[in-house]
T-cell receptor
Framework: AQSVTQLDSQVPVFEEAPVELRCNYS??????LFWYVQYPNQGLQLLLK??????LVKGINGFEAEFNKSQTSFHLRKPSVHISDTAEYFC??????????????FGQGTELSVKP | ETGVTQSPTHLIKTRGQQVTLRCSSQ?????VSWYQQALGQGPQFIFQ???????GRGNFPPRFSGLQFPNYSSELNVNALELDDSALYLC????????????FGPGTRLTVT
């Protein structure tokens, strides 16, 4: 079984400051890793994903994340945030499977609040 | 290209009633997954359908059931509604394949009173 822990439920930050949203996972099998963003009253949008290869993954809107296998972490970072980045962010894992896209296991979410 | 759509947007039901939620997949996608997102929580996997067959199920009771149609649209049915069923229900479609990205719809907000 897999589980995901997002270490911060809320992260307040000022505009143009850097931000890191922390995510740790637990799994007995190899997993794929994802970060999703959810704006108010909307569904989830994929920010980035780690499938294999380079441990530093770049996504949309200037976000990036680094996979650390030894620490079982997948922290999300952005060097300079904008007001428009205010949203809920979810880290998720999916176990490697041969056939159809595996089910996603989500963390509890981190509310990023960017203040002017 | 049409994205994932869900209907209705909101609905209110009474405890003990039954409800049907609908999802239209993104064009070309043949796999649909359903998630329940309670207030302040991350989404939880309910089940997945591929080519009209259930293909994996999360820790939800049998009163949660689903269907997938030949055009790959899908329904989520919940019988004997309980207060704890109040949540945002998200549908995600994807193309079969273990590296396939899931595309989410905007969700249906269900309130059980």
């Amino acid at each position: 079984a897999q589980s995901v822990t997002q270490l911060d439920s809320q992260v307040p930050v000022f505009e143009e400051a850097p931000v890191e949203l922390r995510c740790n996972y637990s799994s007995s099998v190899s997993v794929y890793l994802f970060w999703y963003v959810q704006y108010p009253n909307q569904g989830l949008q994929l920010l980035l994903k780690y499938l294999s290869g380079s441990t530093l993954v770049k996504g949309i809107n200037g976000f990036e994340a680094e996979f650390n296998k030894s620490q079982t972490s997948f922290h999300l970072r952005k060097p300079s945030v904008h007001i428009s980045d205010t949203a809920e962010y979810f880290c998720a894992v999916s176990a490697h499977r041969y056939n159809q896209g595996g089910k996603l296991i989500f963390g509890q979410g981190t509310e990023l609040s960017v203040k002017p | 290209e049409t994205g994932v759509t869900q209907s209705p947007t909101h609905l209110i039901k009474t405890r003990g009633q039954q409800v049907t939620l609908r999802c239209s997949s993104q064009s070309g996608h043949n796999t649909v997954s359903w998630y329940q997102q309670a207030l302040g929580q991350g989404p939880q996997f309910i089940f997945q359908y591929y080519r009209e067959e259930e293909n994996g199920r999360g820790n939800f009771p049998p009163r949660f059931s689903g269907l997938q149609f030949p055009n790959y649209s899908s329904e989520l049915n919940v019988n004997a509604l309980e207060l704890d069923d109040s949540a945002l229900y998200l549908c995600a479609s994807s193309l079969a394949g273990y590296l396939s990205e899931q595309y989410f719809g905007p969700g249906t907000r269900l309130t059980v009173t």
